[in-house]
């Protein structure tokens, strides 16, 4: 039977959670190893109802060659660590790019978009857990599953850590690697249940030992990346980024909602941030975006303004010339004209 995958508001969007689709489609061929444990929608075996609750998956891959696959650009549920073993593993979050080397701990949060593979992955040994926390924006307050069994002093300080700096990887992690090994012997003897309990004290172990990693660096944290202007910041620089984005129907108060405020609080941020009230900058990066679909193909007005979110072609044209003084097709010949 098939998982439904969930569709949940983030800072961006409305959005399917990442279902690692490339990942098991590489497993069913048997171009790698794959061994996880899940709720939900995530390929591998699942976990029993009540068991470890919030864990939405915990696993590792094995790839002895190269392959010919990546996971794309995505986000997750929940707070993820990945640990690489062996190997070695492009990886980007928020467009930066890192080459991952064995031992390297990478930590992403349910707001960051992040990336495996430039495009495709290589021969190597990756390890994995993603925690719900019940958060989607920054400014959210985290609640750890009721089975986390760390002091209330140690888990507000990981707390603390996780939620004010993003630094994405960090490197040396070898308590942590050796954890995650041991993880996965546990996965790999499971037989519908049979290693919760040690999953259990592994996995408090394993948030331990990032704990300490944290704790031997000289870790900078800024409060403001758990602020509320942070969450508003983020909704419109995926606007900005993704042009599908744009082509939704937005008003003030779905923008509001996506961000989790009110639609008076949004607007104040929004205008502290743009000098312009939410519509209006919805309406100049839409603009933006169309001129440069004109310089980049040969589309219709109602192409451009289905791609782009505006309501018609008319009314495309009409804010495309009142903005630039022109009509779209007289900016796209222009354009056309003046490249190299």
Known sequence: MSRRVPIYT???????????????????????RLETLVHGHYPGRPLPRNALPGLK?????????????????HQNE????????????????EGVEQRLKPNDLTVTRPWQRHRLGNPHVGPGRLH???LDVGVRRPHQTWRWPSWILLTKADLDELTHVLRHNEQPVWHNAGQVCECFVRIAQAIESDRGGSSVSWLTVLLNELLLHTLELFRSHDVTLDETLSDTQRTVELFLE????????????????????SCGLGVTRFTDYCRRLTNTTPMQHLNRMRLESAAQLLREEELTNAQIAERCGFSSA???????????????????????????
């Open 78 to 93: 929940g707070i993820e660590l990945t640990l690489l073993e062996r190997g070695g593993l492009d990886f980007a979050v």
């Open 57 to 73: 998956t915990v696993g590792y891959w094995d790839a002895e060659e190269p392959q010919s696959w990546g996971l794309g650009w």
């Open 314 to 340: 008319q009314y495309f044209a009409t804010v495309f010339r009142r903005q630039f003084g022109c009509t779209p097709g007289q900016y796209g010949i222009e354009s056309e004209v003046n490249r190299p």
């Open 10 to 32: 983030s800072q961006d969007e409305t959005y399917q959670a990442d279902t690692c689709q490339p990942l098991l489609h590489a497993a069913r061929a048997g171009r790698i």
């Open 128 to 130: 994995w857990v993603i």
């Open 238 to 257: 995926d606007l900005r980024s993704e042009r599908r984005h744009l082509a939704q129907e937005w008003t003030v108060r779905r923008m509001a909602q």
